[in-house]
């Protein structure tokens, strides 16, 4: 029987993955939303597409581990077969995604995002300056790189693991089955027997 992380159930650990990727993905899709709409004004076409769509990609990510949730919890090898395929998509997607944001944030739009963080940054203190408000928008802008690269790589190996596990349990399923199919097969009919002549 398979094992998640060395000692787990498989099937534990499906679950726990499912889930996981469920906060993660209605988390993140609702923290992309609300930058959209916040900063709405102040984000390039680029932006607020790259935005949107990893947005969407979470709220995807969180939609297909709630279908492998249940496909999980209730042992059904063919929900779980698909919930693995749509997995694999939803990575593609997820990695398309990120790419675009980051790109979109820190190399296309770069020195525009300065820009109007820096103009915003004047508006709220004005005693700083243009050239402190510069600055400090750098640093905002280098450590939100950091982040958005940090939760991009984090979320890519949990569902880099999640397919992983999926396909261990999806084999532990069929394997299971199989086996009961055999012991139907050869010992049910003598148990049958067996039960005739003790009542008989």
């Given at each position: 029987?398979?094992?998640?992380?060395?000692?787990?159930?498989?099937?534990?650990?499906?679950?726990?993955?499912?889930?996981?990727?469920?906060?993660?993905?209605?988390?993140?899709?609702?923290?992309?939303?609300?930058?959209?709409?916040l900063?709405?004004?102040?984000?390039?076409?680029l932006?607020?597409?790259?935005?949107?769509?990893?947005?969407?990609?979470?709220?995807?990510?969180?939609?297909?581990?709630?279908?492998?949730?249940?496909?999980?919890?209730?042992?059904?090898?063919?929900?779980?077969?698909?919930?693995?395929?749509?997995?694999?998509?939803?990575?593609?997607?997820?990695?398309?995604?990120?790419?675009?944001?980051?790109?979109?944030?820190?190399?296309?739009?770069?020195?525009?995002?300065?820009?109007?963080?820096?103009?915003?940054?004047?508006?709220?203190?004005?005693?700083?300056?243009?050239?402190g408000?510069?600055?400090?928008?750098?640093?905002?802008?280098?450590?939100?790189?950091?982040?958005?690269?940090?939760?991009?790589?984090?979320?890519?190996?949990i569902?880099?693991?999640?397919?992983?596990?999926?396909?261990?349990?999806?084999?532990?399923?069929?394997?299971?089955?199989?086996?009961?199919?055999?012991?139907?097969?050869?010992?049910?009919?003598?148990?049958?027997?067996?039960?005739?002549?003790?009542?008989?």
């Amino acid at each position: 029987m398979a094992v998640f992380c060395g000692c787990f159930p498989i099937r534990a650990g499906t679950i726990a993955l499912c889930a996981l990727q469920i906060l993660i993905g209605a988390t993140t899709a609702t923290f992309f939303w609300w930058d959209v709409l916040l900063y709405v004004e102040f984000l390039s076409v680029l932006q607020k597409s790259a935005l949107f769509l990893s947005a969407s990609a979470n709220a995807l990510l969180a939609l297909v581990a709630l279908f492998g949730l249940i496909g999980a919890v209730a042992r059904h090898w063919e929900v779980l077969r698909a919930f693995w395929f749509m997995q694999m998509v939803q990575t593609g997607i997820s990695v398309a995604a990120g790419a675009m944001l980051l790109i979109a944030l820190f190399a296309t739009d770069g020195r525009t995002s300065v820009g109007q963080c820096v103009g915003q940054h004047v508006l709220a203190f004005p005693t700083l300056g243009s050239a402190g408000s510069k600055a400090q928008c750098e640093q905002l802008l280098q450590a939100a790189k950091y982040v958005y690269g940090a939760h991009l790589a984090i979320l890519l190996a949990i569902q880099a693991y999640a397919i992983i596990t999926i396909k261990s349990y999806m084999d532990d399923l069929y394997d299971g089955d199989w086996t009961r199919q055999i012991e139907d097969m050869y010992f049910a009919p003598e148990e049958h027997k067996h039960k005739q002549t003790i009542t008989g």
